[in-house]
């Protein structure tokens, strides 16, 4: 890190700009943070946030309209470094008839009629999950446009949903989470066109500073190494 503080010293005073592709729950539970550490670091660096889905923020990388981006691994054609390791959870109400288990199965989950799913990137994991486990998808009863909208629908009792767990707000009520079995993990990492150990100093210093600042402030993951 103090190699890479050097480094980024050598850029000079004047504002330079790293441009740094983010999607769903990173924009909102990561970024935040780690642009508040970076601004404190590295002041004459300007952060640009270019919010989209997986798909646009690889082609982003790819064309060279970002230099940074946050993607679900693994990721081909691209140079990539782990961040964290998620795990995916059923969420339900503490009402609902599977809330006093200890984990909930997809086979049961393929036969419950009450499944939600929303517009988000991990739900292709969800998807994909399904189809090995019991070779079908389940019967979705709502598909809903946001997160918020399913929480809100699940505390009332009109379905079951599969997030991930760093997503789960820590104010809500009424809901209980389960573990999956098998268990279903969100891979999340850096990507980069270029190897990481080549990236100018302004990206080096971000990724490393992603990892410190996950390591020390993100308890309900677990920093990965896979």
Not at 31 to 48: A, C, D, N, Q, S
Request: charged letters at 20%; hydrophobic letters at 40%; glycine letters at 8%.
């Amino acid at each position: 890190m103090e190699r890479i503080k050097q480094e980024v010293a050598l850029l000079g005073t004047e504002t330079r700009q790293l441009k740094i592709g983010s999607f769903g729950s990173i924009s909102t539970d990561f970024l935040p943070g780690i642009m508040r550490l970076f601004k404190l670091r590295y002041h004459g660096i300007e952060l640009k946030i270019f919010k989209g889905t997986e798909t646009e923020i690889r082609d982003w990388i790819a064309s060279g309209t970002i230099d940074i981006g946050f993607v679900t691994l693994p990721c081909n054609n691209l140079k990539t470094i782990p961040i964290v390791l998620d795990d995916m959870v059923a969420i339900l109400s503490k009402n609902h008839t599977l809330a006093a288990q200890k984990s909930v199965s997809i086979e049961q989950l393929t036969e419950n009629q009450t499944m939600i799913t929303w517009n988000s990137n991990c739900q292709i994991l969800v998807k994909k999950a399904f189809k090995s486990s019991t070779g079908e998808l389940p019967l979705w009863k709502y598909k809903v446009s946001n997160m918020g909208t399913m929480l809100a629908m699940i505390k009332e009792g009109q379905g079951i949903g599969i997030i991930p767990k760093i997503c789960i707000p820590g104010n809500i009520s009424n809901v209980q989470t389960l573990p999956l079995e098998p268990a279903l993990q969100r891979k999340i990492g850096l990507a980069s066109i270029i190897p990481f150990t080549g990236l100018p100093p302004a990206a080096s210093a971000f990724a490393e500073l992603t990892k410190k600042w996950v390591e020390n402030n993100i308890k309900t993951v677990r920093l990965s190494h896979f």
